[in-house]
């Protein structure tokens, strides 16, 4: 290894006791949309740092330190496509700016963020918490479901009817889960990072403050402090004379205090909230919550005092437990860069803003418009859900019976054991709708909606999508909607102020158009008809009624809102 400059580093400061203002927390993303369920990169934990370093040896030699594709797929012994599709996702959960593949359409990472991002594919999500009165399994599925013996522990049916959402991990349980997984597997880390240099014990393996900052792939701190100005190692260096690099164990010992005191800090958050239960501060509490039940509303008053709390850290908010409602958020409603739409329920959710990340997971018989998200969209759990997206990338997971209305730039990830999906092309506009792709980097030009990547059914992360011993199989991929059954969705105007975007800025297939045109030349034959009967007043009155009626059922009957009609009536 190469010689690094001397000169004594500091002792780190103790960590001082976390606050709401600034506490070290696992970085969300990263273990949320960052996970693959591709067996080949999966390695036994008992050899997964061994593995990762000779990985990194060979992956090294070529330099300078970026992987392609290519070099991965070899490394790993994997297709290219999924080689693609590991760096691919790894752009879309690293902190920065998703630049793309390269000039020549090939994706590029640093090693050290590919180390990471192998390392991590050994998380284990945690599962519900046990409770003795719990239902079984019987008691909230039907018999012929096609999802006998897989997904029973999440599918919204059972968190509907037995409430057993109570028992699910907490946002916080989850987080502490995290950071328990990182304070147990930190050392192995940094080792894999670490440069070696002359010298003896500790001081063999050294990180200089550049690596250091790639650990902001699995860390952050709560107001967004980058983690070497608040490592005291590396805080206040000079740009122009780099910190000397500094042995591993100091930065081990650092990011250790750190953790411990964000844990104590969440484990007495946690009686606090238990204390004053459902407390309106509380960032766990769902924006939706205090939400009254007015057919269409938007909660700016409740995502306010979200974002004023001074507590809240995590750049998420949230949309759950809503039934029978419409609700519709804008970017005044969402605090910070994520939205989460959970276990809903026949309803329609517009999200009509430019968003990072979005998780629609546990909904059931829900319309979801998801505007402009510019990394990840993820579906998972849902079933007869229809799902209106533009974004860079969906990932699909454990789903019936739902259809996907698609503007995405990547193709669609389908993996887990879903039913009888269905994709079709992006449907619909508001506005606002071109500014928001253009904010987040979605290009309207490009729509891979009928290129589904299908992996396999089993998830090494998650122990709940499959009984123990289950063989893997490639997982159900999803259909094209027959074009006679597609349609425009409306967004209702006074839900958006006034904008440049007046129609769907991603191209419809010419199937597509040809049913839509074709739908137009009937509609105009219906109103000419009409506009020809000779009825005197009562039987216009029947005939109005009758024609409302009649549309009324065909809505229920489909969940569609076409736009044709309405704006003809």
Same mark, same amino acid.
């Given at each position: 290894?190469?010689?690094?400059?001397?000169?004594?580093?500091?002792?780190?400061?103790?960590?001082?006791?976390?606050?709401?203002?600034?506490?070290?927390?696992?970085?969300?993303?990263?273990?949320?949309?960052?996970?693959?369920?591709?067996?080949?990169?999966?390695?036994?934990?008992?050899?997964?740092?061994?593995?990762?370093?000779?990985?990194?040896?060979?992956?090294?030699?070529?330099?300078?330190?970026?992987?392609?594709?290519?070099?991965?797929?070899?490394?790993?012994?994997?297709?290219?496509?999924?080689?693609?599709?590991?760096?691919?996702?790894?752009?879309?959960?690293?902190?920065?700016?998703?630049?793309?593949?390269?000039?020549?359409?090939?994706?590029?990472?640093?090693?050290?963020?590919?180390?990471?991002?192998?390392?991590?594919?050994?998380?284990?999500?945690?599962?519900?918490? *046990?409770?003795? +009165?719990?239902?079984?399994? !019987?008691?909230?599925? $039907?018999? %012929?479901?096609?999802? /006998?013996?897989? #997904?029973?522990?999440?599918?919204?049916?059972?968190?509907?009817?037995?409430?057993?959402?109570?028992?699910?991990?907490?946002?916080?349980?989850?987080?502490?889960?995290?950071?328990?997984?990182?304070?147990?597997?930190?050392?192995?880390?940094?080792?894999?990072?670490?440069?070696?240099?002359?010298?003896?014990?500790?001081e063999s393996m050294v990180l200089t403050m550049e690596t250091f900052e790639h650990l902001g792939?699995?860390?952050?701190?709560?107001?967004?402090?980058?983690?070497?100005?608040?490592?005291?190692?590396? *805080?206040?260096? +000079?740009?122009?004379?780099? !910190?000397?690099?500094? $042995?591993? %164990?100091?930065?081990? /010992?650092?990011? #250790?205090?750190?953790?411990?005191?964000?844990?104590?800090?969440?484990?007495?958050?946690?009686?606090?909230?238990?204390?004053?239960?459902?407390?309106?501060?509380?960032?766990?509490?769902?924006?939706?919550?205090?939400?009254?039940?007015?057919?269409?509303?938007?909660?700016?008053?409740?995502?306010?005092?979200?974002?004023?709390?001074?507590?809240?850290?995590?750049?998420?908010?949230?949309?759950?437990?809503?039934?029978?409602?419409?609700?519709?958020?804008?970017?005044?409603?969402?605090?910070?860069?994520?939205?989460?739409?959970?276990?809903?329920?026949?309803?329609?959710?517009?999200?009509?803003?430019?968003?990072?990340?979005?998780?629609?997971?546990?909904?059931?018989?829900?319309?979801?418009?998801?505007?402009?998200?510019?990394?990840?969209?993820?579906?998972?759990?849902?079933?007869?859900?229809?799902?209106?997206?533009?974004?860079?990338?969906?990932?699909?997971?454990?789903?019936?019976?739902?259809?996907?209305?698609?503007?995405?730039?990547?193709?669609?990830?389908?993996?887990?054991?879903?039913?009888?999906?269905?994709?079709?092309?992006?449907?619909?506009?508001?506005?606002?709708?071109?500014?928001?792709?253009?904010?987040?980097?979605?290009?309207?030009?490009?729509?891979?909606?009928?290129?589904?990547?299908?992996?396999?059914?089993?998830?090494?992360?998650?122990?709940?999508?499959?009984?123990?011993?289950?063989?893997?199989?490639?997982?159900?991929?999803?259909?094209?909607?027959?074009?006679?059954?597609?349609?425009?969705?409306?967004?209702?105007?006074?839900?958006?102020?006034?904008?440049?975007?007046?129609?769907?800025?991603?191209?419809?297939?010419?199937?597509?158009?040809?049913?839509?045109?074709?739908?137009?030349?009937?509609?105009?034959?219906?109103?000419?008809?009409?506009?020809?009967?000779?009825?005197?007043?009562?039987?216009?009155?029947?005939?109005?009624?009758?024609?409302?009626?009649?549309?009324?059922?065909?809505?229920?009957?489909?969940?569609?809102?076409?736009?044709?009609?309405?704006?003809?009536?």
């Amino acid at each position: 290894g190469r010689r690094a400059p001397r000169r004594p580093a500091p002792t780190p400061a103790p960590a001082p006791a976390a606050t709401a203002s600034l506490v070290l927390r696992p970085r969300r993303e990263s273990f949320e949309h960052g996970l693959l369920p591709i067996p080949k990169l999966v390695f036994p934990e008992g050899t997964l740092t061994q593995t990762l370093a000779q990985l990194r040896a060979k992956l090294a030699a070529p330099g300078p330190g970026r992987v392609g594709a290519a070099a991965l797929a070899e490394a790993l012994q994997i297709p290219a496509d999924q080689a693609a599709l590991a760096l691919g996702t790894l752009a879309a959960v690293l902190p920065g700016d998703d630049d793309g593949p390269a000039a020549d359409g090939a994706w590029e990472a640093d090693l050290r963020d590919v180390l990471l991002f192998l390392y991590i594919q050994s998380y284990k999500r945690l599962v519900p918490r *046990a409770h003795k +009165d719990s239902p079984s399994v !019987a008691d909230v599925w $039907p018999s %012929t479901s096609a999802f /006998d013996g897989y #997904l029973s522990a999440l599918s919204p049916i059972q968190l509907v009817r037995s409430n057993s959402r109570r028992f699910m991990p907490s946002q916080a349980d989850e987080e502490a889960h995290q950071l328990s997984y990182l304070q147990k597997h930190m050392a192995n880390v940094l080792t894999l990072l670490a440069d070696s240099v002359d010298g003896e014990g500790d001081e063999s393996m050294v990180l200089t403050m550049e690596t250091f900052e790639h650990l902001g792939f699995l860390l952050q701190f709560s107001e967004g402090t980058p983690l070497s100005q608040a490592a005291p190692f590396f *805080a206040n260096s +000079d740009p122009d004379m780099p !910190a000397a690099p500094v $042995p591993a %164990t100091q930065v081990h /010992d650092w990011i #250790l205090q750190n953790i411990a005191s964000s844990l104590e800090y969440t484990a007495e958050k946690a009686i606090t909230k238990e204390n004053n239960q459902r407390s309106v501060s509380d960032p766990d509490v769902a924006m939706a919550d205090a939400v009254t039940n007015t057919r269409i509303q938007s909660s700016s008053s409740t995502g306010a005092s979200v974002q004023n709390n001074p507590g809240y850290y995590r750049n998420t908010s949230f949309v759950e437990g809503i039934s029978k409602t419409s609700v519709v958020k804008h970017g005044s409603d969402i605090k910070g860069h994520s939205i989460k739409v959970l276990n809903c329920h026949d309803s329609v959710i517009y999200i009509l803003a430019p968003l990072k990340y979005a998780t629609v997971y546990g909904c059931s018989d829900t319309t979801v418009v998801l505007g402009a998200i510019g990394k990840v969209v993820k579906v998972e759990h849902c079933e007869r859900v229809q799902i209106v997206a533009a974004s860079k990338r969906i990932c699909i997971a454990n789903c019936r019976e739902c259809i996907f209305y698609l503007g995405v730039n990547h193709q669609p990830l389908i993996v887990g054991d879903n039913h009888k999906l269905q994709v079709a092309p992006f449907n619909t506009y508001y506005p606002q709708l071109g500014e928001h792709l253009a904010q987040v980097g979605v290009d309207p030009n490009v729509n891979k909606w009928d290129q589904p990547f299908v992996l396999g059914v089993v998830d090494p992360h998650d122990s709940l999508s499959h009984p123990a011993g289950v063989s893997d199989v490639q997982a159900e991929s999803a259909t094209c909607l027959d074009p006679d059954l597609f349609t425009d969705f409306l967004i209702p105007s006074w839900f958006e102020a006034e904008g440049p975007t007046k129609y769907n800025p991603f191209t419809l297939p010419e199937v597509y158009w040809a049913s839509q045109r074709k739908k137009n030349a009937s509609l105009e034959d219906i109103q000419k008809n009409i506009r020809e009967l000779e009825l005197d007043d009562n039987r216009k009155k029947e005939l109005a009624c009758a024609l409302h009626a009649q549309f009324k059922d065909w809505l229920y009957a489909f969940d569609l809102t076409p736009s044709l009609f309405l704006e003809s009536m």
